[in-house]
């Protein structure tokens, strides 16, 4: 996907290619609903922070908060952990008991945070 930003706006200043970026890059559609152990985590985080290294034309070795600086964002996984605990707030507080008892489960004994 930032290949083909980054192709089809060549001639686009950094900062406009950096808002298409995070237009498309950033809708990550479901994220909520993630495994954020997952080992893949760590590669979508790796492909963002070279996506922004390429629209800023960047070296490989420039430090990660730099890159959050420019982008205006938080790390990735920082984004998807957000939208997870976002999305998980309102359920565990919710009206269902079912969808609070799913919450409780998967939140308490899933995650392995049983207490």
Partial sequence: ?????????????AIIKMKLLKNYYL?????????LCHT??????KAWRMGV??????????R??????????LA???VIHNRSLMFIK????GESDVVRFIAQYGVFF??????
């Avoid at 996907?1 to 200043?13: A, E, P, Q």
């Avoid at 390429?54 to 070795?61: H, T």
């Avoid at 990660?64 to 964002?73: A, E, G, P, V, W």
């Fill in 27 to 35: 809708s990550l559609y479901g994220c909520e609903l993630w495994d």
């Fill in 64 to 73: 990660t908060f730099i890159l959050q600086i420019l982008s205006d964002t």
């Fill in 110 to 115: 899933v995650s392995g945070g049983m207490l």
């Fill in 76 to 78: 990735m996984y920082d």
């Fill in 90 to 93: 309102p359920c565990l507080s």
């Fill in 1 to 13: 996907m930032v290949n083909s930003v980054l192709w089809n706006f060549v001639s686009v200043d």
């Fill in 40 to 45: 893949g985590m760590e590669r979508i985080s």
């Fill in 53 to 62: 290294r390429r629209v800023w034309g960047l070296p490989c070795d420039c």
